[in-house]
């Protein structure tokens, strides 16, 4: 199953994203999705699992969850918007991953594509960066990547550019 994992879109979805997400088998949004038109939109590619963040109002709200917890090809899922890094967790994502033990936590808001093992948590942590042009983040960025009967595969960051150079 190939997921492409994005965040922080804050209502921009350039066509150079839209481009690589069409041979997605699900989109997971990890929050600061910024309107509902960018859900509608992901969502009539692919099937999406989507988080609200601190940008977000009700009207996106109302259509995603502040943490989602699911399992995928035999991986437990937990994805936040807002929820550190290993070890520097925020106090309620540490606690629902204390509580749920996920193979793989999935976070964004920092604006920063980062890849990180936790070995006391014996969890993956991916934060895809920022995908959309707000922010104080200089390259657009998300995560493609394949689980496979409890494997995470084939994962690699898709690099959209610099952030001033993207077409609105």
Sequence with gaps: MLISLISDTHSYLGDDVMKHLHDSDEIWHAGDVGTPIILEQLQSIAPLRAVWGNIDGNDVKIETKKDLIWEVEGIKVFMTHIGGYPGRYFKNPYHLIKKNQPDLFISGHSHILKVMKDKENNLLHMNPG?????????????????VNHCKIQNLRAIDLGSRSQAKV
């Design 130 to 146: 920022a995908c959309g042009i707000v922010g104080f983040h200089q390259f657009r960025t998300f995560l493609k990547f394949e």
